[in-house]
């Protein structure tokens, strides 16, 4: 518990003092069948309207400050609130909502979204999703990334455009899978990983389905 502590302070003291930074992102949809990737693509997002260190949302219509602002360090929602970026704490009794980047730790009631993480630990009774990617860890009954998923998705049902870490679940659903898949069942359109579950499906191979492991190149 005390290395808990620890490294949370040295986590919210890096960000209290990191600028905040915002990528420019414009989906692209790669449909290949139920997953759509999305990749980055260059696209000016409106201007911040200020950045503040705290945030307090009742709903996204009651919080201070507004929705165009960007938050370093701790956002509270006692319900859910939305704002253009959070960096720090974010905690949400139903929900969390980040306009475009996200960065520290998502706690919430039910679910967490964002635009995309950019190093974020996303934990959630219900959900967690990210419009472009998310780079950490996602904990949640469903977790989904419809574009690049670098870490690590924990759940009952696991999705993402592209999986470049690893995916533990019962159902892992993956376009691209780069990475490690570890479920009662494993799918995937494009497999250049492993599969180990009871159910592997790699859509692009000549055999398609084979029982408990499946390794693709």
Not at 44 to 54: A, D, F, I, K, L
Not at 82 to 99: A, E, I, M, P, Q
Not at 125 to 149: F, H, K, L
């Given at each position: 518990?005390?290395?808990?502590?620890?490294?949370?302070?040295?986590?919210?003291?890096?960000?209290?003092?990191?600028?905040?930074?915002?990528?420019?992102?414009?989906?692209?949809?790669?449909?290949?069948?139920?997953?759509?990737?999305?990749?980055?693509?260059?696209?000016?997002?409106?201007?911040?309207?200020?950045?503040?260190?705290?945030?307090?949302?009742?709903?996204?219509?009651?919080?201070?400050?507004?929705?165009?602002?960007?938050?370093?360090?701790?956002?509270?929602?006692?319900?859910?609130?939305?704002?253009?970026?959070?960096?720090?704490?974010?905690?949400?009794?139903?929900?969390?909502?980040?306009?475009?980047?996200?960065?520290?730790?998502?706690?919430?009631?039910?679910?967490?979204?964002?635009?995309?993480?950019?190093?974020?630990?996303?934990?959630?009774?219900?959900?967690?999703?990210?419009?472009?990617?998310?780079?950490?860890?996602?904990?949640?009954?469903?977790?989904?990334?419809?574009?690049?998923?670098?870490?690590?998705?924990?759940?009952?049902?696991?999705?993402?455009?592209?999986?470049?870490?690893?995916?533990?679940?019962l159902c892992n659903r993956s376009g691209k899978s780069i990475g490690i898949q570890l479920g009662a069942i494993n799918v995937?359109?494009?497999?250049?990983?492993?599969?180990?579950?009871?159910?592997?499906?790699n859509i692009a191979s000549t055999v398609p389905v084979l029982p408990f492991v499946n390794i693709g190149f």
């Amino acid at each position: 518990m005390k290395k808990l502590i620890a490294v949370l302070c040295v986590v919210s003291s890096t960000l209290l003092w990191a600028d905040v930074v915002v990528r420019k992102y414009k989906p692209v949809a790669e449909v290949s069948q139920e997953v759509s990737v999305r990749e980055i693509k260059a696209e000016q997002m409106p201007p911040s309207e200020g950045v503040y260190p705290c945030a307090f949302s009742i709903v996204p219509a009651l919080e201070w400050p507004s929705q165009g602002c960007d938050v370093s360090l701790l956002r509270f929602n006692l319900l859910v609130g939305r704002h253009r970026t959070v960096k720090g704490f974010d905690f949400g009794v139903l929900g969390n909502r980040v306009s475009g980047e996200s960065a520290g730790l998502q706690l919430a009631g039910v679910w967490n979204d964002c635009g995309a993480s950019v190093g974020s630990l996303g934990v959630a009774a219900v959900a967690n999703y990210a419009v472009y990617g998310w780079d950490g860890v996602q904990v949640a009954c469903v977790n989904w990334t419809e574009g690049e998923m670098n870490g690590i998705q924990f759940g009952a049902v696991n999705m993402a455009g592209r999986d470049l870490g690893l995916q533990v679940g019962l159902c892992n659903r993956s376009g691209k899978s780069i990475g490690i898949q570890l479920g009662a069942i494993n799918v995937s359109e494009a497999l250049s990983g492993i599969q180990v579950g009871i159910i592997n499906v790699n859509i692009a191979s000549t055999v398609p389905v084979l029982p408990f492991v499946n390794i693709g190149f």
